[in-house]
C-alpha cells in the first residue's frame, strides 16, 4: 500500500518543525510512528528496528547488495509535545547507531540463554531521496513511474513500514500480509499516521487526547475521522529471497 504524507509545501514545512525542535527529519519520522501508536492504542512506548546503512570502506561502496545494521528504537510518548517526542527520537536513534555493528546472531550463538523474540516490533525503513546521488535518479525517473512492490511471501507476519522522502513528496509503504483484515488495519494505521504528520505541518497540536488502556498494538484498534489517506503507486520494485 502507498500513500502520500505529506506534499513538497508540506515536507518542507515538517522538516523545519523538526529543525526547530532540534532534531532531523529522521527523528521526526521516528516521532510520527510513536505518535500514530500511541493514538491507536494508547500504549506510553513505541518501540521499532530501524535497518541503516553500515559501509564503511571504498570497496564496501563499490559493491552491490544490502550493508546494513539494525538500530533498536524505544520512544517514550509520554511528552504533551512534538517537540518533546522528536527529541527523544532523534537521541534514540543518533546513540543507538553503533548497534548496527553488532551481529545479532553471533551474540545469541556466545549466550545461549538468550533466545530470539516473538514479533513485536515492525521493520521501519527511511530513504532520504533528494539528497544526491539519488536524488537525480528519483526526480527524473519519478514522475509518472507505476511500478509495483513485490514480496515473496517467506515471512506472513511481518509488518514492514518504508517512508520515503522525495523531492515534491513524502510516501508511506507499508508491506503486510495479503488478506482483509491486514489492509483494514494498515489502511487506519495509514490514515492516523497521515493526519499526524499534516498536524505537525500544519503547526497544530500533534497529541491527541491521552488514552490509558494498556492495550497491545493493533492497527485495527477503532476508526476515526481523520483526513482520508490518498494513495499512490509504489515507485519501486522490489523481491526478497
Known amino acids: 500500500m502507498g500513500v502520500r504524507l ?3 509545501r508540506q515536507t518542507l514545512a515538517f522538516e523545519s518543525a523538526c529543525l526547530s525542535a532540534g532534531a532531523r527529519f529522521c527523528g521526526g519520522v521516528l516521532a510520527m510512528s510513536a505518535v500514530a501508536e500511541h493514538e491507536l492504542t494508547g500504549t506510553d512506548e513505541f ?3 530501524v535497518p541503516i546503512d553500515i559501509r564503511r570502506t571504498q570497496t564496501d561502496f563499490m559493491t552491490t547488495g544490502w550493508f546494513t545494521g539494525f538500530v533498536p528504537i524505544t520512544v517514550p510518548t509520554t511528552g504533551s509535545s512534538f517537540g518533546e517526542i ?3 527520537a532523534q537521541e534514540c536513534f543518533d546513540s543507538g547507531r553503533e548497534l548496527a555493528e553488532v551481529p545479532l546472531d553471533r551474540v545469541l550463538e556466545l549466550v545461549p540463554w538468550l533466545r530470539k523474540g516473538q514479533w513485536g516490533a515492525p521493520l521501519l525503513f527511511y530513504l532520504d531521496a533528494g539528497i544526491p546521488p539519488l536524488s537525480a535518479l528519483a526526480n527524473c525517473h519519478v514522475e509518472g513511474l507505476h511500478a509495483r512492490l513485490c514480496h515473496d511471501g517467506g515471512m506472513m507476519g511481518q509488518i514492514d513500514i518504508r517512508v520515503n522522502r522525495f523531492e515534491k513528496e513524502t ?3 507499508v508491506l ?7 489492509r483494514e488495519s494498515v489502511t487506519r494505521y495509514a490514515e492516523t499516521l497521515k493526519a499526524a504528520y499534516v498536524r ?3 503547526g497544530r497540536e500533534v497529541m491527541p487526547a491521552r488514552r490509558h488502556n494498556g492495550s497491545q ?3 485495527a484498534y477503532s476508526r476515526r475521522a481523520y483526513e482520508p489517506a490518498t494513495a499512490v503507486p509504489p515507485l519501486t520494485t522490489w523481491r526478497t529471497g
Open 171 to 173: 510516501q508511506l509503504t
Open 217 to 219: 498494538l493493533h492497527l
Open 86 to 88: 522528536v527529541k527523544a
Open 200 to 202: 505537525v505541518a500544519e
Open 176 to 182: 503486510f500480509p495479503n488478506n482483509p483484515i491486514a
Open 6 to 8: 505529506l506534499d513538497e
Open 47 to 49: 518501540h521499532a528496528i
